[in-house]
């Protein structure tokens, strides 16, 4: 598969030197036995080559993003092996977290997220993961692998047995549905998110630990700001709900890691991509400990 050219995120002005810089973006170019669009494994490149475009001042912080340090990793193209890919992109995540960086990893379908979270684990080992997303992604086996992006967070809870918040919620199989009965889980249903408050958001700060795994599944935002993702679901997150909830729990949690996932490219047009930048810049200038150094 051809993909765009490789950029930096930010361009090549932007990309600091991996020692000085304290966040590190990794590409994950990995997309296997998806349920419905596919694209997503070219998503890396077309956020980065999208995130060129970004201005370099925060509109709410007036904080140059840019600021702290962003060195972007040659993007990886894992093993189309599915446990063979999870080691992989576990050991890609391992090496820049055990250097002290924020790691962002940038995918790919959701299945990208469980490297990164078990290296996360082993190196944050009180560390919870809040999940932005449309699925619960708690099958236990989707497509013939464990390890598939309808799992991710099964495996969270079954193999890694970390805490979890999961936002946006309004789509998922009878099965999850009794998984979520059975062992109490309490997800934040999009129907439960009232548009004019951020109540919700409390509820949301309540159910984490002081340390965070963030991962965004684009599908959690409504398919009127994200169009482009394999799965999307009507009723979702607004851009502004989950600048929101970004700038909540960076304000009251220390958040170590995140990824976004599940980008695929609408042709002819670029609004997806570039928003998937603009959310990563969100959580660079909320989660990450630069402001007034």
Known sequence: ???????????????????????????????????????????????????????????ETLEDWSRAGIHTLPPETPSSDPA??????????????????????????????????????????????????AHLDLRNEWNGSRFNHACVMRRVADDMALPMVQVGIRSFSKAEANLVRERGLKPVYAHMIDPSGDSWIDRVIDGLPEMVYLTVDLDGLDPSVIPGTGTPEPGGLSYRQVVRLIRSVGAARRVVAADITELAKVPGSQVSEFTAAKIATKIFVHCVPFAGD
């Open 1 to 59: 598969m051809s993909h765009p050219r490789f950029m930096p995120f930010g361009g090549p002005p932007y990309q600091t030197d991996l020692e000085a810089a304290r966040i590190a973006v990794l590409p994950l170019c990995y997309e296997n036995a998806v349920s419905y669009g596919t694209g997503a494994e070219s998503g890396p490149y077309h956020i980065l080559e999208a995130s060129e475009q970004l201005e370099d001042v925060d509109e």
């Open 84 to 133: 063979r890919a999870v080691r992989q992109m576990q050991r890609a995540a391992d090496a820049v977290l055990r250097q002290g960086k924020f790691l962002l990893s940038l995918g790919g379908d959701h299945a990208v997220s469980i490297g990164p979270i078990q290296a996360a684990a082993s190196v944050y080992p009180d560390v919870g993961v809040l999940q932005i997303d």
